[in-house]
């Protein structure tokens, strides 16, 4: 089975701080996303990135950056965080070819900023 | 169904019954459908997907339908159990563009035992 493990389950946080959320999956899937998960909002796209080294913008990447040196990780930066970005954030994997069928998600992320 | 709002639609069936998951897409470009579920803790896991050249799909015990005229999208769960409880999403994919699939705002289904 596939596995996309995120490194935290909870995590809080300072207004201003940078923040790092790691997600690492064991597939050798190309294609990885970062999806952040509001109440009635449902799932909204930050970035994803389909190789290495490459990034492409979602639907919310203000105020986030994203980094990908190696094909099976995939982080999230917020370079300042501000208490909007308290959320769930969930991270995704799929095979290249199939970039929009059957993603693979992690557990996610429980971000509180104080 | 899945709808504007904060709020998240809530489905309350009692186990054995069968459920009806509603879900409205916008995008007429979209050809491509997928169902995820998400149980609490965890993150969404796939259940069923159905392209736009058909107008229904099954799987073990769920059904997808589809209705490209009105743009709307249906999972309907047999025999509902208390595993079934969770947030149910639809995404929608386009032909063209990133195909990235766009994600409803979910459906809660509670079964009572």
């Known amino acids: 089975d596939v596995k996309v493990t995120q490194s935290s389950r909870y995590l809080v946080k300072r207004t201003g701080e940078k923040v790092f959320l790691e997600c690492v999956q064991d597939?050798?899937?190309?294609?990885m996303f970062w999806y952040r998960q509001d109440p009635g909002l449902g799932l909204r796209l930050i970035y994803f990135?389909?190789?290495?080294?490459?990034?492409e913008k979602g639907d919310i990447p203000e105020g986030y950056s994203v980094s990908r040196e190696k094909k099976e990780r995939f982080s999230l930066i917020l370079e300042s965080a501000s208490t909007n970005q308290t959320s769930m954030y969930l991270c995704a994997s799929s095979i290249l070819g199939m970039i929009r069928e059957k993603l693979f998600f992690g557990s996610g992320t429980q971000l509180s900023v104080l | 169904g899945e709808s504007v709002g904060l709020h998240l639609p809530t489905l309350s069936v009692q186990e054995g019954d069968n459920s009806i998951i509603n879900c409205a897409y916008s995008n007429s470009a979209s050809d491509y459908f997928i169902w995820y579920k998400q149980e609490s803790g965890k993150g969404p896991q796939f259940i069923i997907d159905i392209r736009s050249n058909m107008d229904k799909r099954q799987g073990q015990r769920v059904t997808v339908l589809l209705n490209k005229t009105v743009k709307h999208l249906s999972l309907q769960i047999a025999a509902t159990q208390p595993g079934d409880s969770a947030v149910y999403f639809c995404a929608e994919s386009p032909q063209g563009g990133s195909y990235i699939p766009t994600f409803g705002r979910g459906t809660s289904l509670i079964v009572h035992p």
């Open positions: 597939m050798d899937h190309e294609n």
């Open positions: 990135s389909y190789d290495v080294k490459m990034k």
